[in-house]
């Protein structure tokens, strides 16, 4: 039995037992987070915009390239690679 009710004991620690949170104090929780958010500086948030378009378009030009290359690969492959006469 005591091994129950330290199973028992853990859960009530959880939280489980208390029930479902109310929509309003869901909200009120939220909106409690939103306000311990440290948000970007406007020159921070043009920086980061800057980087992420950068990496993105990096990115893009790499898949660009491979999927060319394979393209080719798989076509010289199956079409024979060169001319047999």
Do not use: C, H
Not at 12 to 21: A, L, P, V
């Amino acid at each position: 039995m005591a091994d129950g009710n330290a199973v028992q004991d853990r859960r009530d620690s959880r939280g489980d037992d208390r029930g479902r949170t109310s929509p309003v104090t869901f909200l009120r929780q939220v909106v409690a987070e939103l306000r311990k958010v440290v948000w970007p500086t406007q020159q921070q948030l043009i920086t980061y915009f800057f980087v992420v378009l950068v990496f993105v378009i990096a990115v893009m030009a790499i898949v660009t390239v491979l999927d060319l290359a394979f393209g080719k690969l798989v076509f010289e492959v199956f079409t024979g690679g060169g001319s047999i006469q």
